[in-house]
């Protein structure tokens, strides 16, 4: 797609220097750029077909790129493509397959032999499950419970890649001999996507709620390539939604409730008081909100913070 040099299709220098070049993730994985159509410059004239102006100063591509992001004009981003080459665990990749609008080809394990290369989380990433987040990792593991199961992950990792070695030696089809691989195995993934969806990938991804281990792909696609890609585009995704905070109507509803619940005094002060309340408590003032909003108590917990903080 890109094409150095060449008048009729705008590149990027920096993007170009990055062509082929690997960039390691977690102990195993790697990013490499592959290709990509279109800069920052064609997202501006990509909108100013639309009423019959052309390419403008630099300075006005800037605001016009910036106001299509902030007013969630998005066709013109989509004629923006990047294109990786990705080696993950497989784990990982059943969370990247989920974003649905991109396209991709990954390695076949009926086709060829895969590579007995498997992911061993690192010493920090050793977590108890998380007691408020069913999808996360709490604290650090004691020194002995850590060592206990990194010893089970490669005793459970050594013998799977034995076993499908001596399959494959038997001359067991392929397609069989991979099932009893596990998902800490890697694969290889060629991705495209369009700049409009990316971003919306990275919203998702680049986020601390994110899995850590699909996070730190996220990160380095972000920082290491789209800032030089698209940077005006990407100070107007950390603005308007990276680091941004949504305020709904729900968020107008309790910023009036409190108010009015404590006219007399500092609202923000009594809202911080509810906050410290625990959310399956039925008899906290927490609870009793959530239920007045018809909202859970989860959900109204983090409204709150998210006033007390805009307030304070």
């Known amino acids: 797609m890109a094409n150095k040099g060449s008048p009729q299709r705008p590149f990027c220098a920096k993007l170009d220097a990055m062509i082929g070049k690997k960039i390691q993730v977690l102990d195993h994985g790697y990013i490499r750029l592959v290709d990509y159509m279109g800069v920052q410059a064609s997202v501006a004239q990509a909108a100013r077909v639309s009423y019959q102006k052309g390419t403008r100063r630099t300075s006005e591509d800037v605001g016009l790129v910036r106001r299509l992001y902030r007013d969630r004009h998005t066709s013109p981003l989509e004629q923006l493509v990047i294109t990786f080459d990705l080696r993950m665990p497989i784990f990982v990749m059943r969370q990247w397959v989920r ?25 920090e990433r050793m977590v108890s499950q998380s ?11 004691d020194d002995a419970v850590a060592d206990h199961i990194a010893q089970l992950l490669l005793g459970g ?57 699909i996070r730190v792909y996220a ?32 968020d107008q509803q309790v910023v009036e409730w409190a108010r009015k619940e404590y006219s007399g005094g500092n609202w923000v002060d009594s809202l ?24 859970s108590p989860g959900e109204i917990s983090e409204l709150l913070s998210k006033l007390v903080f805009l307030e304070s």
Request: net charge positive.
């Open 99 to 123: 974003h649905r609008t991109a396209r991709l080809n990954e390695e076949s394990a009926r086709y060829s032999e895969l590579e007995s290369i498997f992911y061993l989380p690192k010493r």
């Open 131 to 141: 007691k408020k987040n069913k999808q996360g990792g709490g604290k650090l593991l």
């Open 157 to 213: 990792q050594d013998a799977a890649a034995r076993d499908y070695a001596e399959m494959i030696r038997a001359d067991y089809a392929r397609e069989l001999a991979r099932i009893n691989l596990p998902l800490s195995i890697y694969t290889r993934v060629r991705w495209q996507i369009d700049l409009h969806n990316l971003l919306h990938f990275l919203s998702l991804r680049n986020d601390p709620h994110a899995q850590y281990e």
């Open 219 to 250: 990160e380095l696609i972000y920082e290491k390539y789209l800032k030089i890609w698209v940077p005006d585009i990407c100070r107007a995704f950390e603005d308007h939604t990276l680091k941004s905070l949504r305020y709904s109507f729900i």
């Open 272 to 295: 911080r008081l509810v906050l410290a309340a625990n959310p399956k408590d039925e008899d906290s003032q927490l609870f009793r909100l959530a239920k007045q909003f018809n909202v």
